[in-house]
């Protein structure tokens, strides 16, 4: 699946955008967090209080429990400011 | 009433002038209009800032828009509706955003125009980064953008 990151996360993972196969025990977004939180410093930096992380499923706002099965692009962001 | 929804995501500025103007023109059914701007600040949080930079979702900042839009027009009855929300570096005194809604009567036009705000800042996939004088940071969210996008599922 893809992934895109924006804002402050897109700059501490240091790319907009990258394309992922995680193993099937990740599920939901909060998971895909933990997952990706565990693959480097940098992803450990921009995860690091997840529940300020916002979420998108191919341009949908979603919560931290939805399921990620089907999902074409992955989005997370920090709250929006915007306006 | 034939609705009139034009949404827009550019760097370029926007005349005000003509946007309203392209929801009155050539009809006589619109009796109100209501349009709110958005302007760069020259401080935030007491400190002066050189510009701001807007980041956006392709793809989904219009998706965003256009669903509270198309909500806006069930709720309300609207003769039409223009958002253009800008991206880039944008300067003190400079437009950021502009929400224009027409209708028939003045609360429509008025409700639907705070409605349309509320939910772009609480909802709609956008980040101000400020660039100041010492250095770059990321604005951070307010609880009352939030709060003020919640009151309108209050019913």
């Given at each position: 699946m893809k992934l895109k990151y924006f804002a402050w996360v897109r700059e501490r993972i240091g790319k907009a955008e990258e394309t992922v196969e995680p193993p099937p025990s990740v599920q939901t977004i909060e998971q895909l967090i933990g997952w990706l939180a565990a693959r480097g410093e940098t992803y450990a930096h921009a995860f690091e209080t997840p529940r300020v992380i916002r979420a998108a499923i191919d341009h949908a706002h979603v919560k931290p429990d939805t399921a990620i099965a089907g999902a074409r692009e992955i989005a997370f962001f920090p709250p929006m400011t915007g306006g | 009433m034939t609705a009139n929804v034009t949404i827009r995501i550019q760097p370029s500025d926007f005349d005000v002038g003509r946007e309203i103007a392209a929801l009155t023109g050539g009809?006589?059914?619109?009796?109100?209009?209501?349009?709110?701007?958005?302007?760069?600040?020259?401080?935030?949080?007491?400190?002066?800032?050189?510009?701001?930079?807007?980041?956006?979702?392709?793809?989904?900042?219009?998706?965003?828009?256009?669903?509270?839009?198309?909500?806006?027009?069930?709720?309300?009855?609207?003769?039409?509706?223009?958002?253009?929300?800008?991206?880039?570096?944008?300067?003190?005194?400079?437009?950021?955003?502009?929400?224009?809604?027409?209708?028939?009567?003045?609360?429509?036009?008025?409700?639907?125009?705070?409605?349309?705000?509320?939910?772009?800042?609480?909802?709609?996939?956008?980040?101000?980064?400020?660039?100041?004088?010492?250095?770059?940071?990321?604005?951070?969210?307010?609880?009352?953008?939030?709060?003020?996008?919640?009151?309108?599922t209050k019913s």
């Open positions: - | 009809r006589s059914d619109v009796g109100a209009v209501v349009s709110f701007t958005g302007i760069c600040r020259g401080s935030e949080d007491g400190t002066a800032i050189a510009a701001l930079t807007l980041e956006h979702y392709p793809g989904m900042a219009e998706a965003e828009i256009t669903r509270h839009a198309e909500t806006a027009m069930s709720r309300w009855e609207l003769s039409g509706i223009r958002v253009i929300h800008r991206v880039g570096r944008i300067t003190p005194g400079e437009n950021i955003v502009l929400v224009v809604t027409a209708s028939k009567h003045r609360h429509a036009a008025f409700e639907a125009a705070e409605f349309l705000m509320d939910y772009l800042k609480a909802n709609a996939p956008f980040w101000k980064r400020v660039d100041g004088a010492d250095g770059k940071d990321w604005i951070e969210a307010r609880d009352h953008d939030d709060a003020a996008a919640r009151r309108w």
